[in-house]
C-alpha cells in the first residue's frame, strides 16, 4: 500500500495499517484476510479524515465515488442491496483512530432505513417489532451524532413511553408505541436540527462518515488525547460495515468473549452472551447475560466455531484477545478483536504461559508486564469488590495520603500503650493519633495500620510506616482526632475505641468496618518470579532496597536486591531500648556525659549492622550516617508541657519533674524554625563528630567481626546533606581514621568505602569535587527536589500539591515521579561533573523515586549504575528497570 | 633592572619595585631616590629568598659577597666601620614582603655589636646605660629570631631584674644590672639553643639575614597568606640599613608623623614623638608621646626638615603618608613611609580634598574609598573607644546576631504595650523578647532598638529592624529572658526593666549602661556626596532600594536609588490597624467572609502604594505581592494557648474566647513543619487568587489615581516563589485581567509590567519559559541560598554557620557574600536563559545581598542590570558598583 488511497477495503489492508486504518480497521481487515467470518465493509482512511479536516471539512475529490463502489461490493458480500424498500442491506459507520480512544468518538447504526425500507425490513425479518427499533435507533443516533440533538431530548420521550405502557425496557415497548417513537423522534430532530433524518440512504451514509470525521476534533476528544499525549494530527478512520442482528429472533444472540480469563489468566474462554439481542443490550446490563460455556448448548455449531476463531486470534496475535461476537440465524459473525484487558495476575500468568506455549520469547513476555501490574500483586489488598461495596453502603469514612502501600484491617486504638497492649494479645489494632513522635514507635510495631489526621508523606508516620512495611494513612485532614476522648470524627461519623476500620495505605482510603482481605505471597508467584528473572537479563540498572533492619534486608534479598542502597541509622535510635540513651546523649552537659551515652549506644548499633551485613553477606551494604536533627529524637513539645505542668500540681514533682523539665528545655532549645534545612546531617557529623564516630566504629566493629567469623560483609558508608566540598572531606578525615583503628584493634582488613548523598542543589553543582572525596554518590532524590521546588513534601501534599496537579499546573506530583527538566538537570550535571573527576564512581537513586518506573526509565537514560527502593517494590523496580532498558513506553494507549 | 640581581642598594630602586625589594625597600629606595634623609642601606631581594628557600634554606652563591661589598658602602656613608670596637657602625635587618603582613614576619636590630664593640658604642655615644641596653637587646631579639629561644625566658629574667631593682620600666634599670642582664640572657640563649650569639658581627648579619628569609614560611605567617588570599610563592625581601639611635641623649626624638589628620583628613600634620627614644618606646606606650606639633619647640630645625618631608612624601606618592623618623643628636632621619590608615571619614575628606588640589583624579578618588568606610559613615555608632572602656569595665552583658546594623540606647522593656506607652513618653526604650511576633510590631515603632534571645537573621525582629532601620541584635542565646519577671539575665548580670542598655547592631554586642553616640548625618558630608557623584559615572550597575513605606522610599531617593527593586507587601499587613482585618480574611469561612475583609483591606493598600509611587515619581516600583504563610499574621500559638486557659478558668470568656479559640484553631490548622517551603508565594496567589487580584487592583488604582494627578508612576508587579512556568502563566493571566479592568474604570493608562522573583534552584533552570511570561527577574539571593545550600538561615546562623566560617569549612557566609560557585552558577544559567527568550529582560538582585560589595562585584561582571539594597546601603552600592566597574580588587592587603 504505497500509494495514496481514500478507501481501503476489509480484505485488503492488515494489522499493521493502524496508522492508516485505525486499530478498529485494522483488526477487522486482519481478521478478513484470515478468513474469519467478518461481515464485510471497508475503511475510509484516517489520511481522509486529514485531508477532509484540512480543506474545512470537505470530503476530498473522488472519495465519494470510491465509497459507493465499495458500497456495492458489500452489497455483494451479503446479497442484499444498500436502500432496497424490499430486503434493505443496512450499515455501521464506526469511527477508529491509531489508538484507541474508548468512547471517545461516534458511531452511527442501522443506516439505510428509512420510512420505506423499515416495513421491507419488517416483512423481510418476519420482525415488525425488530425493524422499528432499528429505525427509531437510526433516528436517535443520527440526530445526536449527525445533528447535534440533546441526547436528553429523545430520553425524555422514550422515559415517558415506557411509564406509559408500564414497560420496564424498551424491549417491552409494542410495536405501535416503537412506532409512534420513530414518529416523536422524527418532529424532535426536525425541532432541534431544523432538518430531518435523510431519507436518501447514500445521504444518511455521507452524514455519518463526516459526522465520525469530524468528531476527531470535539471537545472531549480533544482533551482525552491531551491526557493520554497522542498527537492531535492523526485523525480517526471511519469503518462502514454492514449490520449483522443478534436480536433476529431465537435463532441469534449477541456476546463478548476472552480468549483466556482475564482474572485468573487460566487458559479457558471466558465471557457472556445474551441470546435474541444485540451487542449494545449485553453491555447495558438490562438482562442478565449468561455464561459463555452456556452458549455450547444453545448454539452448538456457532461456540464450536468460536472456540476456533478465539484459539486462531490468541495465536494469531500472540497475546489474549477480547473479541465481540453476533450469531445472526445461527450464524457466526465476529465484529471486533482486540487485546483484553486483565487482572496483574492474569497479565502474569499469561505471558509466562505463552512463554511456555512458544507464542513468545521472554522479552516479549517481560514487555507485557507493566509494574504497575507488578506492585499491586505484592501489597494485601482488599477482596474483590469490597471496596465498592462498602463505599456504597456509606463506610468511606475519609481520604488521606496513601504513605505506606497495603490494606489494613483492626480496632481503632488512639494511643501507642492501648496499641502494644492489644497488639501483644492478638488483637489487630489501627494506631490512630493526631500525628506521632519517637515516643509512639513501640506502637508501631504491634499495630497492623496506622492513621494519622496531619502530616506528609515524609513525615514520622509515614517514614516509620514504610520502614516496618505497615499500611499507613498520613495527613487525613477530614478527620479530627480527640486522644482524650478516644475517638475521632468524620463528615459525621464517629470511630470511638475498639470500633473496626480498614484503611488502605495506596489510595488513601479509610472504611468503617472490616473488609475482607487478600493476602499475596510472592512465594505462590511461581510465574512472577520466572518473569523477573527474565527481566533481570535485560536490565542495565543495578537493584538494591532500602531496608533499616536484618528482617527487611532478608526479605530485599529473597526479592532479588543486589545489595542495600540506604541503610537508614536513625531509626535504630528511635527503638525504645535506645531512646533513653539517645536522650542521655543529647541531654549531655558535657563530652564525658555525651562520651558515656554513646558508648551505651555503640552495641546496639554494632548488633544492628551485624544482622543487616549478615544477611548481605557478599552484597554492598550503604549506611547512612545520622541524618535528622537531635530533636526529633525527643519527646513531643505539647506532652512535656502538659507533664511538666502535671508534675509540678503535685506537691514536689521530684526526679521526672526535673527530668522532663530538662527535656523541655532541650525542646525549646533545639526547635528550629524550619528543620529539614537546619542543624541535621553532615552539619551534625562536623558539629558533634563522637556520633558519627561512634556510628563508623559500630559499622567497621560489626563488620570486623564477620570478616573473622568467614563471611564477606561490603559496608558503605555514606554521608548526608553535603553542600560544600569541605564539609565532605573534613568528616572523610576522621571517619577514615575512626574505620582505620578499628580495623588494626581487629587485625583484618574490611573492603569498605566512603561516599555522600547528593540531595542538595549545591551539591550537584560542586560534584565535580565531592567525587574527589566521595567513591560513591546516591541521589536523595526526595531532598533533591524538595529543595529544588522549594517545597516542604510533609507541608506540600495535603495542602496545594494535589490541587496543583488536579488543576495541571504540574503535570505529576514530583515526589513520586521524578522531574526530568529541574531536579532531573540538576542529577545530569551531578553524574558528568562527578565522573569527570572520578571516571568509576558509583552512582545510584535512593528514596521512593527508585521505586517509581518513570523514574527508574530517567535513571536507565541517565546512565546511573543502580536504583534503590523499599523491598516491597523490588519486584517492580527490576521490571521497570528491564522495560526501560528494552524501551518499553509505559503508557497505557 | 632586567638582569637578576640578589641586592640592590637603597639608591637603585624606586616605588614600583615593589615585587622585587618587597614594600618596604621599594619605599626607602623610593625616598633615597628623591634625596630625603634615609639612613643608608640595601635590600636583598625577594628573589633571593625564594632562591635560598628553594635550595634548602642555603644563601645562593655570590650573594655573601656582594652583602659585604654593600655593607662597605653604608660603611662608608655613615662613617663607621662595622664591628670596629672603637666606633662601631650597627645595622638592622628587616623583612619586608610585596604586600604588608604586620608582625608576621621578622627583624634584628643592633647588629654589629658584641662584647668588644658595646665598650666603644658607650665611649663614643658617652652613654653606657644606652650601649649595654642596645647589647642585651640584640642578644634577646637574635635567640628569639635566630635561635627561636622561647621569649618568655628573658622575659622572666627581665622581670625579676625590674622586681629586684625596683624599677617600673626597662628605661629605669641601672648599668650595672643592665651588664648583668646581658650575661644571663647570653646564658640563656647558651642553655636553649646550645650556641651563643655569634661575636664575628658578619656571622651575626648573616644569621639575622637567613632567619628573616626562614620567617617568611613560619605557620602564623603562612596563616596569615592564606587569610588574606596572598600567594605563597612571592617570598620576603630583608633590608639592611644602618642603625640610627633616637635615644642618643636629649638631642635626640622618635616619632611617627601622618601628612593628614587620619581621624578627619584635615590637611594637617599629625602624630608624636618623644624626646631621646627609640621608635620601640614611642610603640609601647611606657612613656607618653607627645604631640607632633611640640617638636616644633625643641626641635625646630627637625621640624621644618620633617614639614618638607611629609609635604614632598604626600605629593609624591598622591596619598596621606604614615612615616617613621628618628632624630639623632639633631639630625632627622627617615625611617619608613607607606599609606596611612585613617577612619572612614577621613579616606572620604582626603579622596576629596586631593581632587581639589589636583593630586588625584575623580577615578583613583572613587577607588581610595572603600564601601566598608561608606558604610560605617551612614550609621549611628558609639562614639571613640566608648565599647572599648564599658567592655574593660566588665559591661558587656552578651553578643548576639548583629540583625540590622546601627547603635542604640534606651531602657530595657519586655513587652511591646510598655515599648509603646513608654516610648510615646518620649524615653527611648530597647524592646528585649525571647523572640517577636505580628503582635509586636506597635513596640518596635516606638522602641530605638531591639534585642532577642532566639532567631536568626531573617527571624521576625531581625526583619521588621532592617525594614524600620532599627538597631537590632537579635539570636542573642547567652540571655535568659523572664517576661514575665521583666528580666533577663547573662553571665551573671541581671537586667530588670528600666535599666539602660546600649546595643551594637552591627557586632551584635549587647553593653549595660549608657553608652555615648556619634550620629552622623549624609546632609552634612559634602565630600561624600561629591565622592557618590563621581562613582555614579563609572558604575554600569542600576542601584535600587528595598523599601516599603514612603518615608523609607524618600530616604532612597535621597540616597541616590534608582527606583524600588522590592517593595514587600506583607509588612503592610502586619500594620496594627490591618492586622485585624488581615485575620478576618485568614479565618474567613467562606469566600463572602473572605472578600469582606479584602474589601477592607483595599483601601489601606491602595493609600500604602500611592505613598511609595508619589515618593518615586518617575521612576520604576517593584511590588512583591504577598509572600509569607498566612499563618505568620496569626498571633504566637504558646500565647493563644496561655489567653484560652486563662479565659476559660474565668466563668464563660464570651466572645473573647470563642474568638481565640478560633485562632488557635487556625494556627494548629495551618501550622507548617517548614513554613519556609510551604503554601507561600505565588502557590497562596494560586490558592487564593482574590488576595492577589485585591492587591493588584490596589496597586493599580493608586497608579491610576496619580496618573490623573499628572503624575508618572511606573508599578512593576512581582510574583514570588516560582518553582514552575505554569504557575507564572496562570496568575499572570488573573492579574493582568484585573490590572486591564482597574485602567478600563479609571478611564487612564498606566505602564506597568509584571515580572517574577528568581529565588529557587528549579526557576533557574526553566528560566528560558519563565521568561516568556515575565517582562523582568529579580533574584531573591536569600532564599535561593537558602534552597540551594539546603539551610535555614534562621536556623543556621547562631548554631552552625558561625561555627562554619571559624573553622574555614566555609570561606564566608553565602546570606552575606554570594556563594559564586553554587549560587552564582545557578544564576548564571537563568541569565543566559532568560534572555535567551527574551533578549530585554531586565534583570536585578534584590535582598541582603543586593548591599554586599562582593556581591554586587559579582552581579557587575554577570551582567546584570541592577542591584536593590536597604536605603541605608544605597551609597555603600553605589560605590561598590563603580569598583566592580572599575575592577578594583577589594581585598585590604
Keep these: 500500500m504505497t500509494e495514496t488511497r481514500w478507501i481501503y477495503s476489509f480484505d485488503e489492508g492488515t494489522r499493521d495499517d493502524r ?10 481487515a486482519e481478521m478478513t484476510r484470515m478468513g474469519l467470518p467478518v461481515p464485510p465493509g471497508f475503511t475510509v482512511t484516517t489520511a481522509a479524515c486529514r485531508a477532509y479536516l484540512e480543506a474545512g471539512e470537505v470530503l476530498p475529490d473522488g472519495l465519494w465515488d470510491e465509497v459507493l463502489r465499495q458500497l456495492r461490493r458489500v452489497e455483494k458480500g451479503m446479497e442484499r442491496r444498500f436502500g432496497d424498500p424490499e430486503h434493505p442491506l443496512l450499515v455501521s459507520v464506526r469511527s477508529g483512530a491509531k489508538f484507541s480512544m474508548p468512547g471517545m468518538m461516534n458511531t452511527v447504526l442501522n443506516l439505510g432505513l428509512n420510512e420505506k425500507s423499515v416495513r421491507g425490513l419488517a416483512r423481510a425479518s418476519g420482525d415488525e417489532r425488530f425493524a ?7 433516528i436517535q443516533m443520527y440526530g445526536d451524532v449527525v445533528y447535534g440533538v440533546p441526547s436528553r431530548r429523545f430520553e425524555e420521550v422514550l422515559e415517558e413511553s415506557r411509564e406509559r405502557c408500564g414497560a420496564a425496557a424498551d424491549s417491552e415497548l409494542p410495536v405501535e408505541e416503537l412506532q409512534e417513537l420513530g414518529r416523536r423522534f422524527r418532529e424532535i430532530v426536525q425541532e432541534e436540527a431544523g432538518r430531518p433524518v435523510p431519507e436518501d440512504p447514500e445521504e444518511q451514509l455521507r452524514g455519518a462518515v463526516e459526522a465520525v470525521f469530524a468528531s476527531w476534533n470535539i471537545k472531549r476528544a480533544r482533551d482525552y488525547r491531551e491526557h493520554h499525549g497522542i498527537p492531535h494530527d492523526l485523525g480517526t478512520a471511519a469503518n462502514v460495515q454492514a449490520m449483522v442482528f443478534g436480536n433476529s429472533g431465537p435463532d441469534s444472540a449477541s456476546g463478548v468473549v476472552f480468549t483466556r480469563n482475564p482474572a485468573t489468566g487460566a487458559k479457558e474462554l471466558y465471557g457472556e452472551f445474551l441470546p435474541n439481542a444485540q451487542g449494545e443490550d449485553v453491555v447495558a446490563g438490562i438482562r442478565t447475560p449468561r455464561p459463555i460455556r452456556e452458549l ?18 490468541d495465536g494469531h496475535y500472540r497475546e489474549m484477545q477480547d473479541i465481540e461476537f453476533t450469531v445472526e440465524r445461527g450464524r457466526l459473525w465476529i465484529l471486533q478483536t482486540r487485546a483484553g ?22 522479552r516479549t513476555a517481560v514487555l507485557r508486564v507493566t509494574p504497575a501490574q507488578v506492585e499491586v500483586l505484592l501489597h494485601p489488598r482488599f477482596e474483590g469488590r469490597a471496596e465498592e461495596q462498602a463505599a456504597d453502603q456509606g463506610e468511606l469514612v475519609a481520604r488521606g495520603l496513601g504513605a505506606s502501600p497495603g490494606a489494613a484491617v483492626g480496632r481503632a486504638v488512639f494511643d501507642a500503650d492501648t496499641a502494644e497492649a492489644w497488639g501483644k494479645e492478638g488483637e489487630r489494632v489501627i494506631l490512630v493519633r ?20 496531619r502530616g506528609g508523606m515524609t513525615s514520622h508516620a509515614a517514614i516509620v510506616s514504610r520502614g516496618l512495611g505497615i499500611p499507613a494513612v498520613v495527613g487525613c485532614e477530614a478527620i479530627r482526632v480527640d486522644s482524650k476522648a478516644r475517638t475521632f470524627t468524620a463528615d459525621g461519623i464517629r470511630i470511638k475505641e475498639g470500633d473496626f476500620l480498614s484503611v488502605d495505605g495506596a489510595s488513601g482510603k479509610v472504611y468503617r468496618g472490616e473488609l475482607p482481605l487478600a493476602l499475596p505471597s510472592l512465594e505462590d508467584e511461581e510465574e512472577l518470579l520466572n518473569l523477573l528473572l527474565w527481566a533481570d537479563q535485560h536490565r542495565k540498572l543495578g537493584v538494591r532496597a532500602n531496608a533499616d533492619t536484618p528482617r527487611d534486608a532478608a526479605r530485599a534479598r529473597f526479592f532479588g536486591a543486589e545489595g542495600i542502597g540506604l541503610c ?14 539517645v536522650r542521655r546523649m543529647i541531654l549531655a552537659r558535657n563530652s564525658e556525659e555525651r562520651a558515656r551515652a554513646l558508648q551505651e549506644l555503640l552495641p546496639f548499633q554494632r548488633e544492628d ?22 530533636h526529633e529524637f525527643l519527646p513531643d513539645r505539647d506532652e512535656l508541657v502538659a507533664q511538666v505542668s502535671h508534675l509540678r500540681a503535685q506537691d514536689g514533682g521530684g526526679d521526672e519533674l526535673a527530668e522532663r523539665e530538662a527535656l523541655l528545655e532541650a525542646v525549646d532549645r533545639m526547635t528550629e524554625t524550619n528543620p529539614m534545612l537546619g542543624l541535621r546531617g553532615v552539619r551534625l557529623g562536623l558539629l558533634h563528630p563522637e556520633i558519627v564516630e561512634m556510628q563508623v566504629r559500630a559499622i567497621m566493629e560489626a563488620a570486623s567481626g564477620l570478616v573473622r567469623e568467614g563471611l564477606d560483609p561490603h559496608p558503605e558508608i555514606m554521608i548526608p546533606l553535603v553542600a560544600v566540598s569541605e564539609e565532605l572531606r573534613r568528616v572523610r578525615e576522621r571517619l577514615e581514621a575512626t574505620a582505620r583503628s578499628v580495623q588494626e584493634e581487629w587485625g583484618v582488613e574490611v573492603p569498605y568505602r566512603l561516599g555522600t548523598m547528593i540531595e542538595l542543589p549545591r551539591a550537584c553543582l560542586v560534584a565535580r569535587d565531592l567525587a574527589e572525596d ?12 524538595q529543595m529544588t521546588y522549594g517545597i516542604s513534601r510533609d507541608d506540600a501534599e495535603g495542602r496545594f500539591l494535589a490541587h496543583y496537579v488536579d488543576e495541571g499546573v504540574m503535570p505529576a506530583n514530583p515526589f513520586w515521579s521524578l522531574d526530568r527538566e529541574g531536579v532531573g538537570e540538576l542529577m545530569r550535571v551531578a553524574l558528568e561533573r562527578g565522573r569527570e573527576a572520578r571516571a568509576d564512581l558509583e552512582v545510584g537513586v535512593c528514596g521512593e523515586h527508585g521505586g517509581d518506573p518513570d523514574s527508574i526509565e530517567f535513571a536507565h537514560e541517565l546512565g546511573l549504575d543502580y536504583v534503590s527502593c523499599s523491598p516491597y517494590r523490588i519486584p517492580v523496580a527490576r521490571l521497570a528497570a528491564a522495560h526501560a532498558a528494552l524501551g518499553a513506553v509505559e503508557r497505557d494507549i
Design 19 to 28: 496508522e492508516l486504518l485505525g486499530g478498529k480497521g485494522a483488526g477487522l
Design 132 to 138: 422499528h427499533d432499528a429505525h427509531r435507533r437510526l
Design 296 to 313: 455450547r448448548d444453545d448454539f452448538p455449531e456457532a461456540y464450536r466455531e468460536l472456540e476456533d476463531v478465539c484459539r486462531t486470534l
Design 341 to 362: 484487558k486483565r487482572t496483574s495476575k492474569a497479565a502474569v500468568v499469561i505471558a509466562s504461559d505463552m512463554v511456555e506455549e512458544g507464542l513468545i520469547d521472554e
Design 434 to 453: 493526631p500525628e506521632t513522635t519517637p515516643d509512639d514507635v513501640h506502637g508501631f510495631l504491634q499495630a497492623t495500620g496506622v492513621l494519622t489526621q
Design 568 to 581: 537508614r541509622t536513625e531509626h535504630m535510635f528511635l527503638a525504645e531500648d535506645r531512646l533513653p540513651a
Design 609 to 630: 549492622f551485624e544482622g543487616v551485613f549478615r544477611e548481605m553477606d557478599g552484597l554492598p551494604v550503604i549506611v547512612r550516617l545520622i541524618d535528622p536533627p537531635l
Design 774 to 785: 566521595a567513591e560513591f554518590f546516591s541521589f536523595g532524590t526526595n531532598d533533591l527536589t
